[in-house]
């Protein structure tokens, strides 16, 4: 009975580590205020997609009570920044982006697939 439970908890634990599907890139080049070179090309995007856009927000979060003087015990905090659409592919690694009117976007910025 133990040797046919195991190849299940192994399936399982294999299928946890891989439940992060979200298409993910980084603006490479702001082209403008509305504009952007996205690290998302042919295959991961297409013409029409929507995205959205996020900056992670870290802040100093070291939190004190160790005898090491502080432990990192608190993550950075994804923050959404807004939404956009792709209107061109540029080749196997990039693709144009406009962004909502209003989006404060910059270089590193991570941008998700909806």
């Known amino acids: ?3 046919s439970v195991l190849p299940l908890i192994a399936l399982f634990l294999f299928s946890a580590c891989a439940t992060h599907s979200t298409m993910r890139g980084g603006v490479a080049m702001k082209v403008s205020d509305r504009e952007a070179h996205v690290c998302l090309g042919e295959g ?3 013409e029409g997609d929507k995205v959205e856009a996020f900056y992670n927000d870290c802040q100093d ?3 004190g009570g160790s ?3 502080g432990a990192y ?4 905090v994804k923050k959404k920044l807004g939404k956009g659409i792709v209107v061109k592919t540029l080749n196997e690694h990039y ?6 009117e209003g989006v404060k976007f910059s270089e ?3 941008v ?3």
Request: proline share 4%; hydrophobic share 30%.
């Open 1 to 3: 009975m133990k040797k």
């Open 44 to 46: 991961e995007v297409k």
């Open 61 to 63: 979060r070291i939190v």
């Open 67 to 69: 005898k090491d003087g």
């Open 73 to 76: 015990g608190v993550p950075c």
């Open 95 to 100: 693709s144009v982006v406009e962004f909502d």
């Open 108 to 110: 590193g910025t991570f």
């Open 112 to 114: 998700e697939k909806k």
